[in-house]
């Protein structure tokens, strides 16, 4: 499978600053999601990133990626007490079948308002 | 949400029981998935199904038994071998390989009384 492992565990910040996650993988990946889970909730898709793409942008959402280190990361913009949630990566090998789909221990996001 | 409906949402069991979890879905996906999550914790594998009537075992399939009969259902079944069951369950679907998308339902919390 290919697990992420999300950093920092928790991360707490005011309302109004930037939030950075980051994401690391052992094995070469086909694409990199990251989803947002509110508390007691469904995991919500947030952004998927290629093998072939750098950074990507959503909003105040900005994903970038480095296969050569095999990391990414997640960072949330001029952030809201509405941004509190957890933060999952999804590395995916892709191809033909679909095979595991895992997640790491998450980030736990708190931003105080 | 997303066209997958998890029921029930709040689930009591007696020791020595059996529960069985409900997800459907009308997304049409061929694979569902089903994970554990304890709180605090990221999300752990159970089962997942890539094709009605073919299933495997995730990262801690012991003590839980899964069924694909149709497209659009993917029961889960806590059986009393499952010593610690206490937990928020959810399933997922996956439209496609490559780059695409996982759908959740809103989960199942299960407690064992």
């Known amino acids: 499978s290919q697990q992420g492992e999300e950093d920092p565990q928790a991360l707490s910040i005011q309302e109004g600053e930037n939030a950075t996650m980051n994401c690391s993988y052992k094995?070469?990946?086909?694409?990199l999601q990251w989803y947002r889970q509110n508390s007691g909730r469904g995991l919500v898709h947030l952004i998927l990133i290629r093998s072939n793409e750098r950074e990507k942008h959503s909003g105040r959402l900005r994903v970038t990626l480095d296969t050569s280190k095999k990391s990414s990361s997640l960072l949330i913009t001029a952030s809201r007490a509405a941004d509190t949630a957890s933060y999952f990566c999804?590395?995916?090998?892709?191809?033909?079948?679909?095979?595991?789909?895992?997640f790491g221990q998450g980030t736990i996001l708190t931003v105080h308002p | 949400d997303g066209g997958i409906t998890q029921s029930p949402k709040y689930l009591f069991r007696k020791e020595g029981q059996n529960v069985t979890l409900s997800c459907e879905q009308n997304?049409?996906?061929?694979?569902m998935y089903w994970y554990r999550q304890d709180p605090g914790q990221g999300l752990r594998l159970i089962y997942y199904s890539q094709i009605v009537n073919d299933f495997q075992k995730g990262d801690i399939a012991e003590g839980y038994s899964v069924s694909r009969e149709k497209k659009e259902s993917f029961p889960l079944t806590v059986t009393s071998a499952q010593k610690n069951p206490t937990a928020f369950y959810l399933c997922?679907?996956?439209?496609?390989?490559?780059?695409?998308?996982?759908?959740f339902g809103q989960g199942t919390r299960l407690t064992v009384v």
């Open positions: 997922a679907t996956l439209g496609r390989t490559g780059n695409t998308e996982a759908f």
């Open positions: 997304l049409n996906h061929d694979a």
């Open positions: 999804a590395p995916s090998g892709g191809g033909t079948s679909y095979g595991k789909l895992t």
């Open positions: 094995t070469s990946i086909n694409n």
